[in-house]
């Protein structure tokens, strides 16, 4: 049985937006999303306070489950369900400042060796990465695939999982069949001509995450 140092999350937290503002978290919340991260790059912490509060605000309202990327002493200081780290963040946070505050903690991998990094930090749940070609994010390795991903997958275990990197509608049940219990999705849902649509159909197919 997998036993995080963080709080724990459900093994199928379900889909999973990554979105750059607080009016796609009101938007995403209202349509039924109940796992959902705040992703805002490069800004100073006072540039992006606000949209910080407003978001944990709204997950809170709508029970919903917030991660807040990379701003992990913000989220600490507003009281966030959890933080989303890379491997290059961890390096530069204080692991057990958001253990005290009682936040989820979940982290980024795109090998074995990141696996291995991830699980000794023993976070609440391990992202894996990128599974297909994505133009959201500039990545310096190649994509894992399917296959890799279901390797990883099964080395993990019960350990909760999210995959994340060109997971469009097309391709959102071949990736859930490798049993990963997430799907983190950007531009299959801000990129699409009909973001309603898009979602409602994401949402049938990963569905909103276990309580
Ligand atoms: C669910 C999820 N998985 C991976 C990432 C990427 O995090 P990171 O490697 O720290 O890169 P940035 O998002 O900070 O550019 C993520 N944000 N969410
Ligand atoms: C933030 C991030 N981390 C790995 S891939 C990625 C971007 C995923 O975006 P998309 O779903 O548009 O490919
Ligand atoms: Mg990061």
Redesign the pocket.
């Known amino acids: 049985m997998y036993q995080p140092d963080f709080p724990t999350v459900p093994f199928r937290l379900g889909l ?1 937006p ?1 979105v750059d503002s607080v009016d796609w978290i009101a938007r995403l919340l209202e349509a039924g999303v109940r796992t959902i ?1 705040l ?1 805002i ?1 490069d800004k100073q912490d006072d540039e992006v306070e606000a949209d910080i509060i407003a978001a944990i605000a709204l997950g809170q309202r709508y029970n919903a489950r917030l ?1 807040i ?2 701003y992990w002493r913000l989220a600490i200081k507003h009281g966030a369900y959890g933080v ?6 961890l390096e530069q946070t204080d692991l057990d400042a958001i253990r005290a505050a009682g936040l989820r903690l ?1 982290v ?1 991998t795109h090998d074995d060796m990141e696996i291995d990094v991830a699980l000794a930090v023993r976070p609440s749940y391990i ?1 894996l ?1 990128h599974v297909f070609p994505t133009q959201t ?1 500039q990545m310096p390795s190649a994509p894992q695939g399917l296959e890799q991903l279901a390797t990883h997958i099964a080395r993990l275990g019960d350990t909760p999982t ?1 995959a ?1 990197g060109g997971i469009s509608i097309a391709r959102a049940p071949a990736v859930l069949a490798t049993g990963v219990g997430s799907i ?1 999705v950007v531009s299959a849902i801000t990129q699409a001509p009909d973001w309603q649509a898009a979602t409602a159909q994401l949402l049938q197919l990963a569905g909103a995450g276990d309580e």
């Open positions: 999973y990554v991260q992703r790059k991660f990327n990379d989303h780290l890379g491997q290059e963040d979940g980024s992202a990465g994010k999210v994340i983190a």
